[in-house]
């Protein structure tokens, strides 16, 4: 029976959270802490990697937190980011959270429109005389890099925020049925701040094959893997869980 679960994500903006729905259906609680959070490189730390901002004429951007400490680190590093500055963008989301930043005008900014990097081939194709910078976190592959070689155009990678473990002020994961992981490194973080976590009858929960294959090296159990056949999504899962799991 569960009657409590952790989910190791921010609590949901909105009332109309899924996951606050099946709290109501199964009468249960359900509390959310986030086990990682993204914090930026100091400037000692970024110039240690011997790349200049300055010398490009592009910058290639997967995520939001990479947009946030791009920017960041240019205004602590006095560097001025061109009005001729182009932004090529692994989707259209991440394109218009620039406007934090920037003015949006197309003829400058370009994304993908399935969120995959290689439908950037043609824009980048375009423009493959400019000088590409990626803003990367500590934790990263090197498809863009490969991606950027095989195209043969210049670009330079700098590490500019890593994911590090969250305090966990007034909560424990032990207080509950389940816990609900959702990246390697909220695995680490449950490890490092609780190393006596002995799962027990607990159930864990996680979305998407590294978190799964991160649980199972930690030598615990894994009880829930979404997406599946059957539930596409984390809420999906639980629900098809919780109806057999709490009958």
């Not at 963008?89 to 406007?99: D, K, M, R």
């Not at 609900?180 to 929960?205: C, H, I, M, W």
């Amino acid at each position: 029976m569960v009657n409590s679960i952790l989910v190791s994500q921010p609590k949901p903006t909105s009332e109309k959270s899924p996951y606050y729905d099946i709290a109501r259906k199964y009468d249960i609680k359900i509390d959310f802490h986030s086990f990682i959070k993204i914090e930026r490189l100091s400037t000692k730390e970024f110039r240690q990697q011997k790349v200049s901002i300055a010398d490009h004429t592009a910058v290639i951007f997967n995520s939001r937190h990479a947009i946030d400490h791009f920017f960041s680190l240019c205004e602590d590093l006095r560097v001025t980011i061109p009005e001729t500055m182009k932004y090529f963008c692994i989707s259209e989301t991440i394109a218009l959270y620039i406007q934090k930043y920037v003015q949006y005008r197309k003829r400058k900014i370009f994304f993908s429109t399935t969120g995959k990097i290689d439908d950037l081939a043609p824009f980048i194709a375009k423009h493959s005389k400019e000088s590409f910078f990626v803003p990367m976190s500590s934790v990263h592959n090197d498809e863009i890099k490969n991606f950027l070689d095989k195209l043969g155009v210049k670009h330079d990678e700098a590490v500019m925020y890593r994911t590090v473990s969250n305090t966990f002020d007034g909560i424990n994961p032990m207080d509950y049925d389940m816990l609900v992981l959702f990246t390697p490194a909220g695995v680490s973080a449950l490890k490092e701040n609780f190393p006596d976590y002995v799962q027990g009858d607990r159930k864990l929960a996680c979305f998407g094959q590294a978190a799964a294959k991160a649980i199972k090296d930690a030598g615990l159990r894994l009880d829930i893997e979404a997406p599946n056949k059957n539930a596409t999504s984390m809420p999906a899962a639980l629900d098809l869980f919780l109806k057999e799991e709490n009958k």
